[in-house]
């Protein structure tokens, strides 16, 4: 179903050379409501021949700023919502034609639609309780695709770009979960990121990023290039107007950036699968708005007309979520070192670990009648904190120029955050396998850090037979001690 491009893709016109592997990018594009977007972006690193790649790819990138266009956004919210496309209605089906035709004008390389089947339907109109199992030749639809950007400058991105259009989103992340699942082999060895939007604009006060934290300094570092949209921040950018509005008083001085939680299709990817993951979005002022989402998500009012008229008439604020996105896309595909940043996971994990054990400490007496510790979990994060402070030292003397130092440094980056795996996932919870990150089990939509020993801690207090509750709250320190102390190792000269 992927086609991967090989050398000859790159031979023609101005074309990136001297490429000896392969990568794959995949962007996801959901419309349920306003428009889902995602990208999966996949591997292999190409070294380049410009004496300076990082000047050429932002020179590249702005001019892939300049293209997009609020009046393009607006076209497409109403050509996409337009019409209601439940999953597996024929409405649904024919909104995939329209896309997969779409993209083929577009000129993207290859576009696929991929089936799956309907198990059971929508009760029919004469019939409204009737629920009927539909056969093998019931009704089908799914879509993924791959494009290539800048085709008519003769310019391809450095790693493959997948884009794929997700069904189902409500009804279990079934699109996006069944293609991850399918392709299980090919993303756990070649994907380096998956990036997906939610609801675009869900406010209008400021910008909203939910990522790993290896993708904390490329998200800064784009804003930071990005004029904000804001009013009173005219000639500012984006992440003055982040920074001043939604900032991380509590931990340090930058603008917030929020864990992954679930409830939207980077799940399968980022806690099943431990591809690094992000999602952006404008949203509202939480200090006065203290409900999730909007108020008319998901309802027959969520219409192109009520951004039209209340959430963003100019379109400025997804013109700018836009510029974020594909900054972010292009980057990942383009940049020849995997833009990762492992230090700041070591800050985070210092910072999480403090979380949980703050936890503990409110059973002072329990810690030291069942002899628990988070002493190792500690030491484990400063060897960590260690190894990735060596990592990005040895960046700096890194020959660009040679494919195999190229190689090894970005399989590094990419198998970082699989390295936070655990294969037997959590307690009763075998499909959420990330040990530092997974959604809480008292809250789907929200993201929880050291999930394990969080919901091992969780009202303790109320647990029947002590010592073996606080058995498991030892068993997962040790499971996420062991789990850090091995990403660390990860990271270490292999040269």
């Not at 995939?96 to 929508?122: M, P």
């Not at 879509?143 to 800048?150: E, I, L, S």
Request: hydrophobic fraction near 35%; include cysteine; aromatic fraction near 12%.
């Amino acid at each position: 179903m992927l086609r991967l491009l090989g050398t000859d893709d790159y031979e023609v016109g101005t074309r990136i050379k001297g490429i000896t592997a392969r990568a794959i990018l995949t962007l996801a594009l959901g419309a349920v409501g306003f428009l889902l977007l995602g990208f999966i972006i996949g591997w292999f690193a190409k070294s380049s021949g410009s004496s300076n790649p990082s000047q050429v790819s932002q020179s590249m990138r702005k001019e892939f700023w300049d293209e997009l266009k609020a009046e393009n956004i607006k076209h497409y919210l109403y050509n996409f919502s337009r019409v209601p496309h439940l999953a597996g209605t024929e409405e649904n089906f024919l909104l995939a034609k329209q896309i997969q035709t779409q993209w083929k004008e577009y000129g993207l390389d290859q576009v696929e639609l991929t089936h799956y089947d309907i198990l059971l339907s929508y009760p029919n109109q004469s019939h409204p309780n009737y629920i009927s199992i539909v056969d093998e030749k019931g009704q089908e639809a799914r879509q993924t695709g791959q494009t290539v950007v800048h085709e008519k400058a003769c310019w391809r991105p450095r790693r493959t770009m997948i884009f794929a259009s997700w069904d189902a989103e409500e009804f279990g992340l079934m699109g996006s979960t069944e293609w991850a699942e399918e392709n299980v082999k090919l993303l756990e060895h070649r994907a380096v990121a998956y990036i997906n939007a939610d609801s675009s604009v869900e406010g209008n006060y400021t910008l909203k990023i939910d990522c790993s934290p290896l993708l904390y300094q490329l998200v800064y570092s784009l804003t930071k290039e990005i004029p904000s949209p804001d009013e009173g921040f005219e000639g500012k950018s984006l992440y003055e107007s982040w920074h001043q509005k939604y900032n991380w008083t509590d931990f340090k001085d930058a603008p917030r950036i929020n864990k992954l939680g679930s409830g939207n299709d980077f799940e399968v990817f980022f806690q099943r699968l431990g591809i690094a993951s992000g999602r952006a979005r404008y949203t509202k002022s939480s200090k006065e708005h203290r409900y999730n989402g909007y108020p008319v998500y998901h309802s027959i009012y969520e219409t192109s007309e009520i951004v039209d008229k209340f959430y963003d008439p100019l379109y400025k604020n997804h013109l700018v979520v836009a510029k974020v996105r594909g900054g972010l896309v292009f980057d990942l595909a383009n940049e020849v070192i995997i833009p990762f940043n492992a230090q700041d996971y070591a800050s985070e994990l210092k910072n999480y670990a403090d979380i949980v054990n703050n936890m503990g400490q409110k059973h002072k007496s329990q810690l030291d009648t069942y002899n628990v510790s988070f002493y190792a979990l500690y030491s484990a994060i400063e060897n960590f904190t260690k190894s990735a402070t060596s990592f990005h030292s040895r960046l700096k003397d890194l020959d660009v120029k040679n494919p195999l130092e190229v190689r090894s440094v970005n399989d590094q980056l990419m198998y970082l955050e699989r390295a936070f795996i655990d294969p037997l996932g959590l307690p009763g919870r075998p499909f959420y396998r990330h040990i530092i990150f997974a959604p809480s089990s008292h809250n789907k939509y929200v993201g929880e850090s050291f999930p394990g020993i969080y919901d091992a801690l969780f009202d303790i207090e109320s647990k029947s037979d002590q010592r073996s509750a606080w058995d498991e709250v030892k068993r997962q320190i040790s499971i996420a001690t062991f789990t850090v102390q091995a990403a660390g190792q990860t990271l270490e000269d292999v040269l």
